[in-house]
C-alpha cells in the first residue's frame, strides 16, 4: 500500500487548506486512515482519523476547525483544514493503520505512511 498525500502550502492564519491523500498499490484493508503532524522542532502527533464505518475523531487542538472525509471509490482521504492558526504549521502526514485491528490515536499502530505535506500558516 502507498500513500500520497498533496494540497500542502502557504497560507495566512484564518485560512483554509484542503490535504488529499491517495492510496495505491494493494487495497488498504486496515481499521482506517489518519493524518498527523510534525511541527518543527516536535515530535509526530495524531490529528484526525477516520474508519471503514466513516467514524471520526479528531485531536481536541483541532475539533470544529479540520473535517476528515475519505471517498472509497477514489481511494483517497481527505483533511479540510479552517480557521487554520500558525501552531497548525507542519509537516502533515497520510497514515494507515496497520498494527491493530482497531482505530487508535498511536503512531505505532499506523504502518503505512505517506512522505508528507508541508502546511504552513503565517500570522
Known sequence: V??????????????????SCATSGDT???PCLGWFRQAPGQER???A???NDGMTKYADSVKGRFTISQDKAKRKMYLQLSSLKPEG???Y????ASGAP???V????FGYWGQGTQVTVSS
Do not use: F, K, N, P
Not at 93 to 96: H, L, M, Q, R
Not at 106 to 109: A, C, K, S, T, Y
Open 28 to 30: 488498504y484493508s486496515g
Open 45 to 47: 502527533e495524531w490529528v
Open 106 to 109: 498511536l503512531e505505532v499502530d
Open 93 to 96: 502526514y497520510c497514515a494507515g
Open 49 to 51: 482519523h477516520i474508519d
Open 102 to 104: 482497531i482505530c487508535t
Open 2 to 19: 502507498q500513500l500520497v498525500e498533496s494540497g500542502g502550502g502557504s497560507v495566512q492564519s484564518g485560512g483554509s487548506l484542503r490535504l
Open 89 to 91: 504549521t507542519g509537516m
